[in-house]
């Protein structure tokens, strides 16, 4: 099993920007593939973006062009950069890692981080 930690979430305006960071405890997430999700209050969680090890990203059409999703392989570590944010970005963001590399649905995740809050106001 591997421990995963998120960090940067915070509070930002409309058309601001963060970067979450997701980082392994203990056990390297190497070569799983790693996501972001993200749940709103009173909504279903949702799938933001993946990165496979080899680098290849798949994104959410909600966050196409506004969000980029990275890994630095040596560092253990997973970045979501978040531009240009709306308030419908409002939402407690969770990384993931999961050994099928295509995985897109939360069901074939077996490790989760416990989540930050991302809060965008108007």
């Known amino acids: 099993q591997v421990e995963l930690v998120e960090s940067g979430g915070g509070l930002v305006q409309a058309g601001g920007s963060l970067r979450l960071s997701c980082s392994s405890s203990?056990?390297?997430?190497?070569?799983?593939?790693v996501a972001w999700f993200r749940q709103a209050l009173g909504k279903e969680r949702e799938f933001v973006a993946s990165?496979?090890?080899?680098?290849?990203?798949v994104y959410a059409d909600s966050v196409k062009g506004r969000f980029t999703i990275s890994r630095d392989n040596a560092k253990d570590t997973v970045y979501l950069q978040m531009n240009s944010l709306k308030l419908d970005d409002t939402a407690v963001y969770y990384c993931?890692?999961?050994?099928?590399?295509?995985?897109?649905?939360?069901?074939?995740?077996?490790?989760w981080g416990q989540g930050t809050q991302v809060t965008v106001s108007s």
């Open positions: 993931a890692a999961t050994r099928i590399p295509t995985a897109v649905s939360d069901y074939h995740y077996e490790d």
């Open positions: 203990g056990r390297t997430f190497n070569p799983y593939t």
């Open positions: 990165v496979r090890y080899s680098g290849i990203t």
